[in-house]
């Protein structure tokens, strides 16, 4: 193959959500790194003006739109992306993702004819598994970046693919895929996989999926080698044998960046007033959100407490997330005490988490566990109160308080009983004491920190083991593809 950047074509395609587009972006920005490679973002328009504002002035990946229109599916005008989308519109965007097909084979039989050249990979997102039959179809390595742990994805590919696993009287159950798992809780099921019955077409979409990722060339995970380890043992075993590589945390030097930019913060600044390790940073995601109850409880745990904090406060459930946040959900009078006591901070949309688990003075991070926050907050050696509401972050809660440490769990499992505010103010305490629980919770982050920063690091001889495979990767996706096809269902 010959030399030069424009020689190589690696394209990805995310899934159009929040948590999935920010760790394939990062993904992106590390391949780019490589020289010889092009690196193409494939999306639909709304998504790809996002991505556009997102990439730094300097970079070199291309952005390719792919048509869609919203409307044809029963969305409402311009929904592109999970945001702001109820459950149902959710669904119907999943689903309506399986008709992006031909216009995916189009769009890379178009950049072949550009470049003169096929792309040597396709990186598909784990809901778009159905790009494993372009790839085939075009003769192009493919693979699939599933963004989390190997251990959580494992338990949620499992339960998605056995219909009737979990459909049992007993309180926890096993999973005859993967023996390695720990016995599962029915307390642990996010309700988005109670919905087991064939005709739901969340369960249809997700297995249907999930079949096609393990018919992929190869399988990419957002960690590093040891950190739920068993997981990549599952797939190996589900792809007969394909490879399986630990290649994170890719938003290490996205991480790296931002801490740089933005130093002069009025975020920074706050945190400058407070002693080492001493404020809790308080953040669900972009798009998971409690009820109005449990708010309340919430800012009365915090203000019992008497720890500082950072609270990304967005209207709870029943609300839309941009809408203005109201004093109401609030307990009467909370966020002027706070910030008259300069005890605790409320943004009410968006923070610069990265910048906050960075400074010295964040001790914790309260936090749903979602995994690309919880690389953040590890990344940083900052420990995590779990609070998993959704997807697989009850395995990713579970997996980080018994297996590695570094968590301590508010309740376990999904259930709708409200948290009280004393409970809340119990953990809190513990976790940010410097002693016993907190202390032992804090060493071990750090030590994971360690870890990670082991597995990126390169130069002087040495390369970690998630430097090594990405070599290993993008040596095997680019030396050449045997076709095959098949049984497609």
């Known amino acids: 193959m010959a030399e030069g950047r424009n020689q190589s074509n690696i394209v990805m395609f995310p899934f159009m959500a929040q948590g999935h587009l920010i760790p394939f972006l990062a993904l992106a920005r590390q391949l780019e790194l490589r020289k010889g490679y092009t690196i193409t973002i494939v999306n639909t328009p709304l998504n790809i003006q996002r991505l556009r504002s997102s990439l730094p002035p300097e970079t070199c990946i291309r952005l390719a739109e792919i048509s869609f229109c919203a409307t044809d599916y029963g969305l409402p005008p311009d929904s592109e992306n999970t945001y702001m989308l109820s459950d149902d519109d959710g669904f119907r965007l999943l689903e309506a993702s399986e008709n992006l097909e031909s216009p995916l084979r189009n769009l890379l039989m178009e950049i072949t004819e550009r470049d003169g050249f096929a792309p040597v990979c396709l990186i598909s997102d784990m809901f778009l598994g159905w790009t494993v039959k372009v790839a085939n ?155 109005p109850s449990q708010m309340k409880e919430l800012a009365m745990g915090l203000e019992a407490s008497s720890n500082a904090f950072i609270w990304v406060a967005r209207p709870p459930v029943g609300f839309i997330l941009t809408e203005e946040f109201r004093t109401e959900w609030l307990p009467d009078g909370f966020e002027e005490r706070m910030k008259k006591l300069k005890r605790g901070l409320l943004v009410h949309q968006w923070a610069p988490q990265q910048e906050i688990l960075s400074h ?130």
């Open 137 to 291: 179809e075009l003769g192009i390595f493919h693979s699939v970046f599933i963004a989390g742990v190997g251990y959580s994805m494992a338990i949620y590919f499992s339960i998605s693919l056995n219909t009737s696993l979990w459909q049992t009287d007993d309180e926890e159950f096993s999973l005859p895929d993967f023996p390695e798992a720990t016995k599962i809780r029915q307390t642990r099921i996010p309700n988005a996989l109670k919905y087991m019955d064939a005709a739901e077409p969340w369960f249809g979409f997700r297995k249907r999926q999930f079949m096609y990722c393990l018919h992929s060339d190869a399988i990419l995970l957002n960690t590093i080698e040891g950190l739920g380890q068993n997981g990549v043992k599952y797939f190996s075993r589900k792809t007969g044998g394909k490879p399986v590589w630990t290649i994170g945390p890719v938003s290490s030097l996205m991480i790296k960046n931002e801490r740089l930019s933005s130093n002069a913060n009025s975020y920074s600044e706050w945190l400058n007033t407070h002693p080492p390790a001493s404020v809790l940073y308080v953040c669900f995601g972009s798009q998971s959100c409690i009820s």
């Open 360 to 489: 010295v003075s964040t001790g914790a991070f309260l936090s749903h566990c979602g995994w690309n926050s919880v690389l953040e907050s590890l990344c940083q050696g900052v420990p995590i109160i779990g609070w998993p509401l959704a997807g697989e972050q009850f395995f990713n809660s579970h997996m980080l308080e018994k297996e590695v440490g570094v968590c301590f769990e508010l309740r376990e499992g999904n259930t709708s009983e409200v948290i009280r505010h004393d409970h809340i103010a119990s953990v809190i305490k513990m976790v940010m004491d410097k002693t016993g629980k907190g202390e032992e919770l804090r060493s071990k982050a750090h030590a994971i920190r360690e870890k990670m920063e082991e597995a990126i690091r390169e130069g002087e001889g040495f390369k970690g083991s998630s430097v090594k495979a990405m070599d290993e990767f993008i040596s095997t996706a680019t030396s050449g593809k045997e076709v095959s096809y098949p049984p497609w269902k």
